[in-house]
């Protein structure tokens, strides 16, 4: 609602921008993992062995946003962006972002 009211307000630089992230029900998702082994006749969908294979080299992610968003330093929930890049199962994988950070490697 409160994009929505914003739109109008053209003192606000951020009218009508804002995103709604949806609260999905377990079914898609913690629901699934429970039954990851009969999720597909020819694969176990269990527990992302395909991630630990080759530690994460095999991995991309493509983001419509700057590498900094996903690099957080601190531990504050109220500083910008989050700590996706540093978690050690994603320092191996490739992100395909808007910019690049010249001092990591994995980003592009």
Not at 12 to 36: A, S, T
Not at 63 to 71: E, K, N, S, V, Y
Not at 98 to 103: H, I, K, T
């Amino acid at each position: 609602m409160r994009a929505l009211r914003t739109v109008e307000n053209k003192s606000d630089p951020c009218g009508g921008r804002y995103i709604y992230v949806h609260d999905l029900p377990p079914r898609f998702n913690e629901d699934m993992l429970k039954q990851c082994r009969s999720l597909s006749l020819w694969t176990n969908m269990c527990k992302r062995p395909e991630w630990s294979i080759m530690g994460g080299k095999d991995h991309f992610l493509v983001a419509g946003r700057i590498t900094w968003d996903f690099r957080r330093a601190s531990d504050e929930e109220t500083d910008w962006g989050n700590k996706l890049l540093f978690l050690p199962t994603a320092k191996n994988m490739s992100m395909l972002v808007v910019e690049s950070s010249p001092w990591n490697e994995n980003d592009f």
